[in-house]
């Protein structure tokens, strides 16, 4: 059984940096994970996947500033969050999917192609 819970969420400040991590159980060593974020104001939107090889992408509104990253040997996927925006904030879930390389949507992640969800760390961005 897969198992994904996520940490590091909390209140940010603006120009300021959070690091998430999501801890997987039951997965595989060839797995592709990524990060969604959710608001109440807007729908459920990738954010960034990184796949088996490290290949990596991101939506356009967090490239430059956020940086997803996995430790295999931990079993542990990242996202390193710079420069904050208060658009920034949702609550932000760790997703995963028994797959070699990842799929992608209009050059994000495609929500519909993860079988396995986190529940969720809750970012916060004051200005």
């Known amino acids: 059984q897969v198992q994904l819970v996520e940490t590091g969420g909390g209140p940010g400040q603006s120009g300021g940096s959070l690091t998430l991590s999501c801890v997987a159980s039951g997965l595989p060593s060839i797995a592709c994970m990524a990060w969604f974020r959710e608001s109440p104001d807007s729908e459920r939107e990738g954010v960034a996947a990184i796949d088996t090889e490290g290949s990596t992408g991101s939506a356009d509104s967090v490239k430059g500033r956020f940086t997803i990253s996995r430790d295999s040997a931990k079993n542990t996927l990242y996202l390193q969050m710079n420069d904050l925006k208060p658009e920034d904030t949702a609550m932000y879930y760790c997703?995963?999917?028994?797959?070699?390389?990842?799929?992608?949507?209009?050059?994000?992640?495609?929500?519909?192609?993860?079988?396995?969800w986190g529940r969720g760390t809750q970012v916060t961005v004051s200005s």
């Open positions: 997703a995963a999917e028994r797959a070699r390389k990842c799929w992608y949507k209009d050059h994000v992640p495609a929500e519909d192609f993860y079988a396995y």
